[in-house]
């Protein structure tokens, strides 16, 4: 080998190596929204009937200016999916300038630890004291042997929001999903507890908000009760893979609307397609104060 051809195929090494760390710091560039929730947004395989709203989200985004991870788990309540480590291990990965969806609400009213004298539910000691404040409950729990100290579901954003800060990430708090309830021709629109507890808490904690419960009520309301129902695989909770890509379009709505977030710059095709949410003066839901 000539000392020329020597050094040529030095510098190709060279430039691929340069090439290739500058690939990766590229890609470490790219923010990352991640999505912590319960079944309502998670992935489901197989034969199983429905889908989470999180799978589809990732098509609404150009990945070249946003990832999307979903790291939501079915069964979960804002206390277990911390407890369990599920949380710790999806927040290790965060990084200055990513984005955290928080949402979380269906599994919270469960007992916290065993279950009433004559319940039917299954024992899974997963539930939440009600609100916001700052109460706390000591209990041995029956399904881990541990001794556990169970907080407010207010509790549990807190922990997450102050935890994503901590990375430098920036939270955003939904809304839970709505239920197909009706009742003489409208959609039911829960605001007493978990759509409410949530709201307080990123207007106390002065975190980015989407009414998601609102936005997906509105949309069953406009489209009508047959067309809620099509949503919906073998309960009244859980979407099927239209109903999840209806509830993703939605969350994109509200993301669209959120200010200083710039959202709108890391949309893909059919994420330009969708309109930011505008609230209406009559909405089915009650106005949050």
């Known amino acids: 080998m000539t000392t020329s051809n020597a050094r040529c195929r030095a510098r190709g090494l060279c430039i691929s190596l340069w090439l290739g760390v500058f690939a990766a710091h590229a890609g470490d560039s790219v923010p990352t929204l991640f999505i912590a929730g319960d079944s309502t947004a998670a992935k489901y395989s197989g034969t199983n009937p429905q889908e ?69 539910k299954p024992l899974r000691a997963r539930g939440t004291i009600p609100g916001v404040g700052d109460e706390y409950a000591e209990i041995d729990n029956v399904i881990t042997g541990r ?14 929001i102050a935890d994503t800060r901590a990375k430098g990430a ?42 998601l419960t ?40 509200g993301l669209r609307a959120l200010r200083g977030l710039k959202f709108d710059s890391k949309l893909s095709a059919a994420g330009k397609r969708i309109e930011a949410d505008q609230p ?5 839901c009650p106005k949050l104060d």
């Open 52 to 120: 989470g709203w999180g799978e589809p989200l990732a098509k609404f985004f150009d990945p070249a200016r946003l990832r999307v991870v979903n790291a939501a788990r079915g069964g979960r309540s804002s206390r277990t999916f911390i407890t369990e480590g599920h949380w710790d291990k999806m927040i290790a990965d965060a990084k200055a300038g990513d984005f955290v969806i928080i949402q979380f609400g269906h599994n919270d009213d469960g007992a916290l630890n065993q279950e009433p004298p004559g319940s039917s």
């Open 147 to 160: 001794h556990e100290t169970v907080y407010t579901f207010g509790h549990y954003l807190r922990k997450m």
């Open 280 to 284: 209406s003066n009559n909405s089915v």
């Open 170 to 211: 920036t939270p955003i708090l939904l809304t839970l999903t709505e239920r197909n309830h009706w009742h003489d021709g409208r959609i039911d629109c829960p605001s007493e507890t978990y759509r409410s507890w949530t709201w307080r808490t990123a207007r106390d904690e002065k975190v980015a908000f989407v009414d």
């Open 214 to 253: 609102r936005i997906i009520a509105d949309r069953y309301q406009r489209t009508g009760e047959d067309a809620a129902k099509g949503q919906f695989g073998i309960d009244a909770v859980h979407t099927n893979p239209a109903g999840a890509e209806a509830n993703a379009a939605d969350v994109v709505a």
